[in-house]
């Protein structure tokens, strides 16, 4: 089955999730989800890079430079306190929006 494309709004609280492991270059954490979800998810490296931009800006990440196990300077995103309490947030709305859309899905179909 091919990968799905993640459903907009999700990669921001994916990440965050991510780096609650410890903190990762973007190769990292694009290895990490792909790892969990059984590459069952389609990451962007763009939308992974403007998401990682989108966080920091916001106070939720930050980063920064360091070596890679190959030598190779990149940027390492770790978990501010903030981004922490946002991920709690977003994990118990996302959660709650899940439990809704699957309550929907599992409803009988209704007999004509």
Do not use: C
């Not at 609650?20 to 979800?37: A, R, S, V």
Request: aromatic letters at 8%; proline letters at 4%; zero cysteines.
């Amino acid at each position: 089955m091919p990968p799905l494309t993640i459903l907009k709004g999700t990669l921001d609280v994916l990440v965050l999730k991510t780096l609650t492991w410890g903190p990762m270059h973007g190769f990292e954490i694009t290895t990490w989800l792909e790892e969990q979800t059984r590459e069952g998810l389609d990451i962007e490296d763009a939308a992974l890079y403007q998401a990682l931009r989108r966080l920091e800006e916001r106070g939720f990440l930050e980063a920064e430079l360091g070596l890679t196990e190959n030598n190779r300077r990149a940027r390492y995103y770790k978990l501010t306190t903030t981004g922490r309490a946002h991920l709690r947030a977003e994990t118990t709305r996302f959660t709650r929006y899940a439990e809704m859309v699957l309550a929907v899905l599992a409803t009988p179909a209704a007999r004509a």
